[in-house]
């Protein structure tokens, strides 16, 4: 079993920064990719971005690519989400996903492929 525990959510103006972070504990196996979703109010849950558990690829949804950065500590037990140029759209709930995945460089955008979900972190943007 995995358990995920997201942190570092929080209430900020349009324009700033946060880092969100997600600890990964339980099977000591790094194979696991590992997502950022959110869920604003009202509607779907969406992908953000991921990163291969190989750390040679990542993968961002359109309206964050350039803000947002995906990494992973050298041990691949914490990941993170850096997040920049925030704007009042970006306001949901983040979440994080493992995924146990056999292939290195593979960064699913789907929300069934991935396995473990952390029980989210509150981003709200003021303007």
């Known amino acids: 079993q995995v358990q995920l525990v997201e942190s570092g959510g929080g209430l900020v103006q349009a324009g700033a920064s946060l880092r969100l972070s997600c600890a990964r504990s339980?099977?000591?196996?790094?194979?696991?990719?590992m997502g950022w979703f959110r869920q604003a109010p009202g509607k779907e849950r969406e992908f953000v971005g991921g990163?291969?558990?190989?750390?040679?690829?990542?993968r961002y949804a359109d309206q964050v690519k350039g803000r947002f950065t995906i990494s992973t500590d050298n041990a691949k037990i914490t990941t993170y989400l850096q997040m920049n140029s925030l704007k009042p759209e970006d306001t949901a709930v983040y979440y994080c996903?493992?995924?146990?995945?056999?292939?290195?460089?593979?960064?699913?955008?789907?929300?069934?492929?991935?396995?473990?979900w952390g029980q989210g972190t509150q981003v709200t943007v003021s303007t």
């Open positions: 990163i291969s558990w190989s750390g040679d690829r990542t």
């Open positions: 996903a493992a995924d146990r995945n056999d292939y290195p460089d593979d960064v699913p955008q789907r929300q069934w492929d991935y396995d473990y």
């Open positions: 339980g099977r000591t196996s790094s194979r696991y990719a």
